[in-house]
């Protein structure tokens, strides 16, 4: 287990990662986007899929689909065979369905109750979307953590209680917007998986690159 109690450490990383995502915010199409069942489709698009491929789903997807009936109704509708995902529409399908009679649920509780809505895709939508703060866990965001703060992850680190706590704290009351953000953005950038440490703007205290 992990305990963060370096207050000051906490700061300098989400200034870091701040200051940074306001210099790199990229400007992705699904970001500045109204219709909450497009917003929420998209989510499920990207969860481990890179951004670069969605882009042209989500174009076409917004073009033929502006409403979930729309979706639900046609039989040939499969946004996820060209993102080579085809057995996540079984779930799309059936969200498509329930979303045609009723609205887009408000809390996380009630997202994830919802068919292919999972922690991460009901977190993305509302924290980057509604403008609800909701704490975003995936395999980027466990590396970053990981590295800069010193710890040992595995396949389980994102169902243990301490780590769902490090992540609680260290996501800001405000401003969690764009933090948020910024561990979409600077994992994908920069701490990948082989990391680009020389242009990193948290090296000087990062356990990883001080220890490598």
């Known amino acids: 287990m992990f305990v963060l109690e370096d207050k000051a450490l906490i700061a300098y990383f989400r200034k870091k990662l701040l200051a940074w995502e306001k210099e790199n915010f990229v400007n992705f199409p699904w970001r500045f986007c109204n219709n909450k069942w497009h917003s929420l489709a998209v989510e499920i698009m990207l969860q481990r899929t890179k951004a670069e491929q969605v882009l042209p789903v989500f174009f076409d997807f917004c073009n033929k689909y502006p409403t979930p009936d729309k979706y639900y109704k046609n039989k040939n509708a499969n946004i996820f065979n060209s993102l080579g995902l085809q057995q996540r529409n079984k779930d799309f399908k059936a969200l498509a369905k329930i979303l045609s009679d ?6 996380k509780e009630e997202l994830i109750k919802l068919p292919g809505i999972g922690e991460y895709v009901a977190s993305a939508y509302l924290s980057l979307h509604q403008n609800k703060r909701a704490v975003i866990i995936d395999s980027n965001v466990i590396r970053l953590y990981g590295r800069f703060f ?31 953000y910024s561990l979409l953005d600077f994992p994908r950038i920069i701490c990948k998986i082989k990391p680009n440490c ?15």
């Open 198 to 212: 020389t242009k990193c703007i948290l090296k000087k205290k990062c356990a990883y690159f001080n220890k490598s």
């Open 150 to 180: 010193g710890f040992d992850t595995d396949g389980e680190t994102r169902r243990k209680k301490w780590f769902i706590n490090l992540a609680q704290e260290l996501t800001p009351k405000r401003n969690f917007y764009l933090y948020t």
């Open 102 to 107: 009723k609205n887009i649920p408000e809390s």
